[in-house]
């Protein structure tokens, strides 16, 4: 009998701040669980033991939490991101409960059950009351910024639908200690402020990569298939006609704009844009292939993005979209706290990216981090302050998410 079958019964959602500690329960760790989870909804019976092996196994760990699922056999968490480019979010979320058979590396755990090393629970002083709901959570960066591992582990199974609201009471307390919001941070303030420490644990993120050289290796790649691919020109078409529809007239910007290709096919169509791009080699190809065409109103113009503010004034433009653009940032907040600055009241952010994929990636070459559409809805609405107004996607060989908002 497997794990997951194992828990047959319902169990109740945790109320929010609600914890229960067993500092009994092995001589080595200390187990915390959120309040209505009881012990008939853990599972496998020898949990407790199971979790004990984890700490013998995992070099430095200090706090090991168990997968999460619904009454319904879905994955609620395995496990928690937080100084990622995504901000917060839940590994995993939605997935089949039988999803993740192997222990997974994570920022943080932020509720179920988790086993706590002894000595680090001592050093630290357990759970911090005054984090109410985030107290696991913050429990686990003191943890790894100590230099503790943190992860979630699959055959520990706990039936708990509880989860951390976008905003709680606490967020302001959780600031205040860490120095950025947890569900948008800015990674350039979380690495000067933390540099040298765990929180940095990731490579992926934080470690130097390298340059991005996909224009220089594919020239002018969006004009080709446009030329020659049909689902890429029917794909590119309805991105356009979106944009067109949102804006009668006033200015479009192209943030990320490569190779050009979008900011001409909206100026075909009489908008004005302006793109910007921090390759030289994407703007080069940019204003060598719309120099010699001919535009119903303004010319496309393009110019360099460097590091810092963009160089327009504040609600400057009705429109600012983003193309296939988000999954390459490595610091997303920052880029769509820009974007948010240049739009009128009433003007729209528009941004697509592929859907996140269990297992896989679009371009693991050089895709930072792909979405799910909640997690792209959340990190929009908390960065900008403005209301996403509608979504959609597009299928076919494609698996794109669309996500406008409004301000």
């Known amino acids: 009998m497997s794990v997951l079958s194992t828990l047959s019964r319902p169990v109740s959602v945790a109320a929010p701040g609600a914890w229960r500690i067993d500092a009994k329960s092995h001589d080595a760790m200390v187990v915390v669980w959120t309040g209505a989870v009881r012990h008939d909804a853990i599972a496998p019976a020898d949990w407790l033991d199971r979790f004990a092996s ?4 995992l070099p430095s760990v200090g706090l090991i939490g168990a997968k999460r699922i619904s009454v319904d056999r879905k994955l609620v968490s395995m496990g928690e991101f937080i100084v990622h480019p995504k901000g917060f979010h839940s590994l995993g979320e939605g997935l089949s409960a039988d999803a993740y058979r192997f222990p997974e590396e994570v920022d943080a755990i932020a509720g179920g059950v988790a086993a ?19 107290a696991l959570l913050d429990l686990s960066l003191r943890a790894r910024r100590a230099g503790g591992r ?34 948008s941070p800015d990674l350039e303030v979380v690495r000067a402020r933390h540099a040298g420490s765990g929180l940095l644990w990731n490579v992926r993120f934080w470690g130097a990569a390298l ?8 020239p002018a790649l969006h004009w080709k298939s446009y030329a020659e691919v049909e689902p890429f020109r029917q794909r590119a078409d309805h991105f356009v006609k979106i944009i067109r529809n949102l804006m009668p007239r006033g200015l479009a910007v192209d943030l990320g704009c490569g190779d050009g290709l979008y900011a001409h096919l909206l ?16 703007i080069e190809q940019a204003i060598k292939a719309t120099k010699d065409q001919a535009y119903p109103a303004t010319r496309p113009r393009f110019e360099r993005l460097a590091p810092g503010p963009l160089p327009m004034a504040d609600g400057t433009a009705n429109t600012v979209y983003m193309l296939d653009v988000i999954e390459h940032l490595p610091n997303p907040t920052a880029v769509l706290r820009e974007a948010a600055r240049l739009i009128v009241p009433g003007g ?16 693991p070459t050089y895709h930072v981090a792909e979405y ?6 959340r990190q929009i609405e908390t960065v900008t302050s403005m209301k996403i107004v509608n979504r959609a996607r597009i299928t076919g060989i494609y698996r794109d998410i669309i996500a ?3 301000r």
Do not use: N
């Open 150 to 183: 943190c992860g979630a582990v699959p055959d520990v199974v706990v039936k708990d639908e509880s989860v951390l609201t976008r905003r709680c009471a606490e967020d302001e307390h959780f600031v205040r200690r860490w120095g950025f919001d947890r569900l």
């Open 211 to 218: 340059p991005f050289e996909k224009y220089d290796q594919r």
């Open 348 to 363: 729209h952010l528009i941004v697509s990216t592929p859907a996140w994929q269990f297992g896989g990636s679009s371009d």
């Open 404 to 406: 406008i908002a409004r």
């Open 54 to 57: 984890r700490f013998r196994e």
């Open 267 to 282: 100026a075909k169509q009489g908008v004005e844009v302006i793109g910007f791009d921090p390759e030289p080699s994407a």
């Open 116 to 134: 706590i090393d002894r000595a680090m629970w001592d050093r630290h002083g357990g759970l911090d009351e005054a984090m109410g709901p985030l």
């Open 372 to 377: 799910t559409m909640p997690e792209l809805e």
